[in-house]
């Protein structure tokens, strides 16, 4: 019985340290297009988007920071909620790619 528990708290241990961070910010109710979380507690940034244009319906080709153009599924491309554009990749101390981006949220009509 005491194994038992034990496993129990080793799986419970496990799957809090793997669920995604929520930090209170609008970005916390988005998934990317494979259905991850958009972003965690540090791995959202603020930058500058511009959308380079789109590949059929399935793909937006955007810069980020002037400086990178990453290819991003639709599902992974947001509206933001606020009035800034915000980059969320797998590590946000990575420079942006188009392997490391989950989701990418513009900034409308600013």
Request: aromatic share 10%; glycine share 10%.
């Amino acid at each position: 019985m005491m194994l038992v528990r034990l496993l129990g708290l080793v799986v419970g241990l496990f799957l809090w340290s793997t669920a995604p961070s929520f930090h209170g910010h609008f970005t916390d109710h988005y998934r990317s297009a494979a259905g991850a979380p958009c972003c965690g507690v540090h791995d959202c940034r603020q930058v500058s988007l511009r959308v380079v244009r789109t590949i059929g319906e399935d793909v937006v080709v955007l810069e980020i920071a002037g400086r990178f153009v990453v290819e991003l599924p639709r599902g992974s491309f947001h509206a933001s909620e606020d009035a800034h554009d915000w980059w969320c990749g797998l590590n946000a101390v990575m420079e942006p790619s188009t392997s490391n981006t989950r989701c990418a949220f513009i900034a409308i009509g600013s």
